[in-house]
């Protein structure tokens, strides 16, 4: 039998390991549910770039053109042709592009999706010439692991009762998801502005205006998908935390309240 106990004068039954472990497990299984569908919001931003193979040729010599029209050819950046390369990723394949810091360069297959070659040569003008882009990009994976951090926090067992004191890690505790939501945020921002930064480039380098139209759409659908990973990620953590303070949390005894009868 589990002993009660008392605090500010209300009776309380603490949670026990068992509680903890069943909290644990379904917490776990919730969060895992909601971050299995992580790939869906990816889905419409994948089709589209597919269909773009077809028409790549409208933009490929725009593309080309731009690391020039930019002036990041003089700070160092590269584009590197993934369809020279003999190796079979995602960047040889079609299936992704993107620029790479340390080295400066661009690695995308331009026989295929050139169409975002304007996107990562935004990532670059963040990393090299914008002072908020830079940042933002040095908070990305701090952020996505902070988040992470974050769904370890929301399994911890809650064994104040709601009325007691709260310290730092407590507050912590209980807003675990909004914060994970909020270390997920640098990657949309920096993401919105590589976009930004990639369609005003594309207008400079003289791209036909039904194409910067079709851009917008495909940078749209790939700024949803950040913006569903980041609330997948604030989602998950909030509901595991939420589970863990139903099965851990001390369950405070309601005194029964009897009515008094005139006699």
Known sequence: ????????GNQYIPSTSGDSNKGFLVASAVSSAILGTLPLFGKPFERQLAKEHSQNYLYKDSF?????VSGLDKKGVRIIPMELSSAMNDYALGKNAAYF????????NTDKISIAGFHELGHAMNDI??????????LRWPGRILAG????????????????????????KDNCGKIAFACMLPTVFEEGMASYKGLKLAKKTGLAAPLIKNMKKLY???LLTYIGHATATGLAVGAASMIMDKFTRPTKVE???????LI
């Open 255 to 261: 005194t029964p309240e009897y009515p008094f009868f």
């Open 64 to 68: 080309l053109n731009s690391l020039k």
């Open 129 to 138: 010439t914008g002072k908020l882009g830079k940042f933002l990009s040095k």
């Open 149 to 172: 951090w974050m769904g370890t926090v929301a399994l911890f067992s809650r064994p104040k009762p709601k009325e007691a004191p709260k310290n730092g890690f407590d507050y912590v």
């Open 220 to 222: 749209g659908k790939a």
């Open 1 to 8: 039998m589990v002993n009660s106990y008392y605090y500010n």
């Open 101 to 108: 810091p340390k080295e400066k360069v661009v690695r995308i």
